[in-house]
């Protein structure tokens, strides 16, 4: 289940090879106050009012405050992130600074492609999972048995290949991506990596910022990728650098 976020974040390391050391893999409208419908219906009236919505409307509603705040979520994280889409994914109590709070947990869709997972930790900074990490997660909890804790579901975010082509296109390397594989994340130079290799049968290297981070997306050709000691794993000529 999704509760289960802090755990697989922190609990699931991936390496990147020898440029970069192993790390965890990360991991209705408000009251406007005053006045107008607020000061001159009842509580019980706003309820009914509430009430005699259809299920469209609740959930047109519901994914307006979740775009704004999993856009609020994504600006604390200074996340690169215009909010294209956003679900709330629910709460959970944790320990933040040795005190339990109430944390709120979103999935943000990007216009630019990418998509992440927050989370709200009070007053402290929150904390985020990209996609492509979360496909790594859910990956591996399936190849050992575990039903997945962590799945991105928003439609834009489901397809890691998807999110890796749209990233890869608009980094100026237009690729449809026939097969993808994580490879890790590096703390050093805030960047996490997938591999992906595209219908042609070139591979590339993904580079991607991790949350917050600042990092700009590149992509780099595998012999690009081997002179920094990083390999594309995918390439059909990938067997030719060391």
């Known amino acids: ?7 697989t974040i922190f609990g699931l390391s991936y390496v990147v090879g020898a440029a970069a050391s192993a790390q965890s893999v990360p991991p209705g409208a408000q ?19 509430s009430g005699n919505r259809t299920d469209h409307e609740k959930s047109a509603l519901a994914r307006a405050k979740a775009r704004s705040q999993g856009g609020e979520l994504a600006a ?50 929150p904390v985020g999972i990209s996609c492509l990490a979360a496909e790594a997660a859910r990956a591996a909890d399936e190849a050992a048995g575990r039903k997945p ?15 890796a082509a749209t990233l890869m296109s608009n980094a100026g ?23 992906a290799l595209c219908g042609d049968g070139q591979g590339y290297l993904l580079q991607t910022p991790m949350p917050g981070s600042g990092t700009q997306t590149r992509v780099m050709t ?21």
């Not at 289940?1 to 755990?7: D, E, K, N, P």
């Not at 419908?37 to 009914?48: K, P």
């Not at 993808?180 to 050093?188: D, F, H, N, R, Y």
């Open 149 to 163: 804790d962590l799945v991105c579901g928003l439609p834009q975010n489901k397809d890691a290949k998807t999110i």
């Open 173 to 195: 390397t237009p690729c449809a991506v026939r097969d993808l594989q994580w490879v890790g994340k590096s703390a050093a130079i805030q960047s996490e990596f997938n591999a």
């Open 222 to 242: 595998c012999v690009e990728a081997a002179r920094q000691g990083l390999r594309c794993r995918l390439s059909n000529s990938d067997a030719a650098h060391p």
């Open 1 to 7: 289940m999704r509760a289960a976020l802090v755990r």
């Open 76 to 125: 604390a994280l200074n996340l690169s992130c215009e909010v294209r889409d956003a679900e709330r994914v629910g709460t959970r109590r944790m320990a933040v600074s040795g005190k339990e709070i109430e944390s709120d947990v979103y999935e943000v869709a990007c216009r630019d492609g990418a998509g992440y997972i927050l989370m709200s930790q009070g007053s402290e900074k």
């Open 31 to 49: 009251d406007p106050g005053g006045g107008g419908l607020s000061g001159t219906l009842s509580h019980s009236d706003l309820e009914q009012i």
